[in-house]
């Protein structure tokens, strides 16, 4: 397309790095804390019109980083946190750590830049290829160098309509009808006819709809005359302060004092004990026979070990069950919670001090946690970021669990973003979720990805909630994100053959 027939707004191409700068920044609006969910349909769609009238592949390239760094940039800033408040990193190393982390993931907007530019700009290429090529790459990311699928468009989904399509596919299903809908917008602009408005208008509202119908859909039931008197308990322990010896036996007697309001299930964030289980055999048999006295089962985040102590696990464990329970983490956190590569980057590591920060995976069969004919899926932090991975304890867990430590990212928007991933979890199963976090925000989620009730951040203390636990299989359980991924590929040969037969045609 020649550079006359573009908008002259875009025939500067520092006003299209801008632009597409702003569009990506503007993009973690949708998410949470701030939730202007309607924004983010437009901002892709305006990165989409910027790489319609892109001439070369190098520029489409440009825009498409551009793009990324934007939407990273403002999105995940909160890594700054984690390796220079709480990881012991000095200011410029923390800063330059969290600026490659951000021009790394920024690749993947701008090599789906690059891969759209290679097809004829047909009507396909907007309202098919991009969202499909847009879904392929998050999916990548979900998975790719262990994977970190944090701000995928369709965690924005949670509060509107397309939202019903998370029981269904999952969030990259969520990812695909959002990205489908910012498409024919920037058809519309790109086409401007009335042609492409009527088009544009049908497929948006038949999308929208679609997910407003399966809204009405429940996916479970209530598991009858059964309710659970739960109290989740926020310690509210500084971050710097969590890992010293000194100060153990405060932060036991701390949760212990928010665990005697005599629920039925009392529960402790993730290594709110921050140590291995059995350096403490005699407080734990003392508080184990002061909870069974007032009816009370405690399940506390904490580390265990192999016999030699060899090897370290995070993991949530029973206190006081009727047999020993232990859930291990599977899904670590790279350079959090063990550092990959490490004989290449070892002087790394030394620099950034992370405590436990050097623990090994669990292993063999996952297994919901059981306690009083309830069963209680569960996900440590970071886990309930990957649904297809939380699919192994279904159709058994009757309410989910996740035990999360993110004073890591101190004041900042990742708490929000992370409670937000937690509710699509929530929906995407149809299970309500118990979340219990160090600082906050610690909340009761129900099966519809809706808060019910939250704590305050930053204070210690006790959130007595009541759970309805729930059976039943959505579709998701079944199929995983394989049904997204499968369309998106679908959508992707379409529009290849489409493209092989007009260039038959055209010799």
């Known amino acids: 397309m020649p550079v006359q027939n573009r908008p002259k707004l875009l025939q500067k191409n520092w006003l299209n790095l801008l ?51 934007g939407l990273f940039g403002a999105g995940v800033y909160w890594v700054y946190y984690s390796l220079h408040l709480f990881g012991g ?64 468009v369709g965690y924005s989904t949670i509060n509107w309509p397309l939202a019903g399509y998370a029981p269904v596919g999952g969030v990259f299903l969520n990812s695909l009808a959002l990205v489908f809908c910012s498409g024919f917008i920037a058809w519309v602009v790109c086409h401007r006819n009335i042609a492409s408005v009527i088009s544009a208008v049908v497929a948006i509202s038949v999308t929208v709809g679609g997910g407003y119908l399966l809204q009405q859909i429940e996916w479970s039931q209530p598991v009858q005359d059964r309710t ?74 904490g580390f265990t070990s192999n016999e030699d102590f060899s090897q370290f696990y995070n993991a949530i464990k029973v206190l006081n069950g009727s047999e020993d329970q ?20 070892s002087l790394l590591s030394d620099l950034i ?41 279904f159709p058994d867990a009757n309410v989910l669990i996740n035990v999360s430590n993110d004073a890591w990212f101190g004041d900042s928007t990742a708490p929000h973003q992370h409670q937000e991933i937690a509710a ?11 979340r219990v976090t160090n600082t906050g925000i610690t909340s009761l989620i129900d099966h519809r990805g809706r808060i019910v009730q939250q704590g305050p951040q930053f204070e210690a203390v006790a959130i007595d909630v009541e759970v309805t636990p729930r ?37």
Not at 424 to 434: D, G, Q, W
């Open 471 to 507: 059976e039943g299989i959505t579709p998701y359980v079944q199929l995983g994100d394989w049904l997204a991924v499968l369309l998106s590929a679908l959508m992707v040969l379409v529009c290849v053959i489409r493209e092989r037969s007009s260039g038959r045609d055209n010799r």
């Open 424 to 434: 699509m979890r929530s929906l995407e199963f149809a299970r309500p979720m118990l």
């Open 353 to 393: 001090t992370i405590p436990m920060s050097d623990l090994s995976p669990g292993t063999g069969p996952v297994h919901p946690i059981e306690v009083n004919g309830v069963h209680y899926g569960m996900s440590i932090c970071y886990e309930d970021a990957f649904g297809s991975e939380m699919r192994a304890q």
């Open 19 to 69: 632009f597409s700068l702003l569009c990506g920044a503007a993009s973690v609006l949708s998410f949470a804390p701030f939730g202007l969910w309607m924004l983010l349909p437009f901002t892709i769609a305006g990165f989409f019109i910027l790489l319609f009238y892109t001439q070369t592949a190098a520029a489409s390239f440009r825009v498409g980083y551009v793009f990324g760094v």
């Open 89 to 152: 990193a000095i200011g410029p190393l923390a800063g330059l750590g969290t600026l490659l982390f951000v021009l790394a993931l920024a690749f993947f907007p701008a090599l789906l830049a690059s891969l759209l530019h290679r097809f004829d700009k047909n009507n396909f290429w907007l309202v098919l290829l991009a969202p499909a090529i847009w879904v392929l790459f998050e999916w990548i990311r979900s998975w790719f160098l262990t994977g970190f699928p944090w701000l995928s």
């Open 326 to 345: 232990v859930y291990v983490k599977r899904h670590l956190v790279p350079f959090g919670e063990f550092t990959p590569f490490r004989n290449i980057i």
């Open 228 to 301: 659970v008197d739960v109290t989740m308990a926020q310690g509210n322990i500084a971050q710097e302060l969590k890992f010293q010896p000194n100060l153990l036996d405060d932060s036991i007697n701390l949760y212990s004092e928010l665990s005697e309001s005599g629920a039925e299930l009392v529960i402790w964030p993730e290594s709110a004990i921050p140590t291995v289980f059995s350096d403490l055999p005699v407080w734990e048999v003392e508080f184990a026979e002061q909870m069974q006295q007032q009816g009370t089962t405690v399940i506390s985040g």
